[in-house]
């Protein structure tokens, strides 16, 4: 069993950044971070395996996804945020992935919600 517990979430203006953070109980192939906007299903975010990074085409360019192994923590840099970023951010990890469009990870943390203001 893995444990996640996300930090960094917060309120921003549009076109700021967020930096939130992911410490894992354990060491996993795969970690990431998918997000739920009010009244809108989970998504995809962002992953990263041990040298591979996957991005949203909503993120791409605009998010940083990496890694300290030594730590177990996985990070988000969230730059030029926008409104449509607001979202409950959940931190996510599995031994697996078998691909960003259909990874349903095994381990979740709680959630930490990003607002993004106008």
């Known amino acids: 069993q893995v444990q996640l517990v996300e930090s960094g979430g917060g309120?921003?203006?549009a076109g700021g950044s967020?930096?939130?953070?992911?410490?894992?109980?354990?060491r996993t192939y795969a970690m990431g971070?998918?997000?739920?906007a009010p009244g809108k299903e989970r998504e995809f975010v962002a992953a990263i395996t041990w040298q591979t990074t996957y991005y949203a085409d909503s993120v791409k360019g605009r998010f940083t996804i990496s890694r300290d192994n030594a730590k177990n923590t996985v990070y988000l840099q969230m730059n030029s945020l926008?409104?449509?970023d607001t979202a409950v951010y959940y931190c996510v990890a599995d031994y697996r992935f078998p691909g960003a469009t259909i990874w349903d990870p095994g381990y979740w943390g709680p959630g930490t919600p990003?607002?993004?203001?106008?």
């Open 82 to 84: 926008k409104p449509e």
């Open 18 to 26: 967020l930096r939130l953070s992911c410490a894992a109980s354990g």
């Open 33 to 36: 971070w998918f997000r739920q």
């Open 11 to 13: 309120l921003v203006q």
């Open 114 to 118: 990003v607002t993004v203001s106008a």
